[in-house]
């Protein structure tokens, strides 16, 4: 079972550049996820997809966008990068989202913004 | 609203002593609670979760939780420590219903010879 794929691993941008990290999951679950992992601030939700066809801003959108583009598929849009976005980002998803399920998460894209 | 406090960033044992990593949570009704692992350049992976059966719940790698309501607590332990335990381990709190997971800011387990 491959569970949750994330695309890039690494990537490298210059300030202003575009990017769309890739998402996607194999275990038929309902909801999505897309956080953010900064030393000492723990884990923070960007956006999340509670079922295919919608998006809901988390606690830290901006600069962001994001594509439920099917069940399996929830990709993550920076438009103009910033020095500020560099971070480690990591894709999740579960059953529900309903919390009691726990959530299942990709190994991570590791980005920089220069 | 629900959050969860995550008592030391670092916490330092050695082979073999008794592992304890505290997780305090703030809810206005009762949780689901979780512990997550995160190994170096790797996702998290849950070790165990608190749904309301058992208050004292085992988990993977010989780890353990208690559900303490009267001290809104839910510490993590393990018996023995392994150089293998080495990881950040992250906390996390859901409200019932319809709600997303909060997570602590972690703690970065170091285990000596």
């Known amino acids: 079972n491959a569970g949750v794929t994330q695309t890039p691993k690494f990537q490298v941008l210059k300030t202003g550049q575009s990017m769309t990290l890739q998402c996607a999951q194999d275990?038929?679950?309902?909801?999505m996820y897309w956080y953010r992992q900064d030393p000492g601030m723990g884990l923070r939700l960007i956006y999340y997809s509670a079922s295919e066809g919608t998006t809901d801003k988390g606690e830290v959108p901006n600069g962001y966008n994001v594509s439920r583009l099917n069940k399996r598929e929830f990709s993550l849009r920076l438009e103009s990068a910033a020095p500020s976005q560099t971070s480690v980002y990591f894709c999740?998803?579960?059953?529900?989202?309903?919390?009691?399920?726990?959530?299942?998460f990709g190994s991570g894209t590791r980005l920089t913004v220069v | 609203a629900q959050s969860v406090t995550q008592l030391g960033s670092h916490v330092s044992v050695s082979e073999g002593a008794l592992v304890l990593l505290r997780c305090n949570y703030s809810s206005s009704v009762p949780p689901y609670l979780f512990w997550y692992v995160q190994y170096p350049n790797q996702g998290l992976q849950l070790l165990l979760k608190y749904t309301s059966a058992a208050t004292l719940v085992k988990g993977i790698n010989g780890f353990e939780a208690e559900f303490k309501k009267s001290e809104t607590s839910f510490h993590l332990t393990k018996p023995s420590a392994h150089m293998s335990d080495a990881a950040e381990y992250f906390c996390?709190?859901?409200?019932?219903?319809?709600?997303?997971?909060?997570f602590g800011t972690g703690t970065r387990l170091l285990v000596s010879p």
């Open positions: 996390a709190v859901s409200e019932r219903g319809f709600q997303k997971l909060v």
């Open positions: 275990m038929n679950h309902n909801s």
């Open positions: 999740a998803s579960s059953e529900q989202l309903t919390g009691s399920y726990g959530y299942t």
